[in-house]
């Protein structure tokens, strides 16, 4: 079966420019992650999404940050207007179910400079 | 709340050595544990999980890890590393949030292998 799909692999912006990503998750899952992962870090959840619905997005930064996944298939990310910290790895993960036992499949993630 | 301790940001080992890469959690309710590893210029994909049952677990490229509740931990061993096991690793801890699964990171541990 196909993996989770990301593009663009890599962006390099100027602050205060807008940027979005996009994530296709393997077919048939219904649960969809973002996570931004800094250098040096564990990945960082930003916003959780049951097929076009949102679970939890406490940490996503909702001043600059936006996501959607509208027909609960594919998604989007964008930040606008991005600062020099948002520079950092942004990973899509995706899983078949929603339980706390399920494994989840990582696509390759877009790096991100900010300058 | 819950939290990931890998105390080792780096690991250099001899190829054909043993490894240990170590993690440590705390949680107030009961978790599900992960190992993840990423590969240079990948994803993270499951390395291996423990869900219940007998508390050694194995992966199919000779990892293994124990579950030891006592001490909180989820320590992650080979016995003879390869130079394709240079790779960084990252564990995990998985609870229940309102039927939803919540994932914590912990910072990763860069396992190099040196010929």
């Known amino acids: 079966e196909a993996g989770v799909a990301q593009s663009p692999r890599y962006k390099i912006i100027e602050k205060r420019q807008s940027v979005a990503f996009w994530c296709n998750p393997i077919?048939?899952?219904?649960?969809l992650y973002w996570y931004q992962q800094i250098l040096g870090q564990g990945p960082k959840l930003l916003i959780q999404?049951?097929?076009?619905?949102?679970?939890?997005d406490s940490q996503l930064p909702k001043d600059r940050f936006s996501a959607e996944r509208l027909k609960g298939v594919d998604s989007t990310l964008k930040i606008q207007p991005a600062k020099l910290e948002d520079s950092a790895v942004y990973l899509c993960a995706s899983s078949l179910n929603r339980g706390a036992r399920e494994t989840q499949y990582f696509g390759p993630g877009t790096r991100l400079l900010v300058l | 709340a819950q939290s990931v301790t890998q105390l080792d940001s780096q690991v250099p080992v001899f190829e054909e050595a043993p490894v240990e890469l170590r993690c440590n959690y705390s949680?107030?309710?009961?978790?599900?544990l992960f190992w993840y590893v990423q590969y240079p210029n990948q994803g993270l994909q499951l390395l291996l999980k423990?869900?219940?049952?007998?508390?050694l677990v194995e992966s199919i490229n000779g990892f293994e890890a124990e579950f030891n509740k006592s001490q909180t931990s989820f320590h992650l061993r080979k016995p003879s590393v390869h130079i394709s096991d240079t790779a960084e690793y990252f564990c995990a801890v998985s609870r229940d949030s309102g039927g939803y699964q919540k994932v914590t990171f912990g910072i990763g541990t860069k396992l190099q292998v040196i010929p």
């Open positions: 423990y869900l219940s049952g007998s508390t």
């Open positions: 999404f049951q097929n076009n619905g949102v679970v939890d």
């Open positions: 077919s048939g899952h219904a649960t």
């Open positions: 949680s107030s309710v009961s978790v599900y």
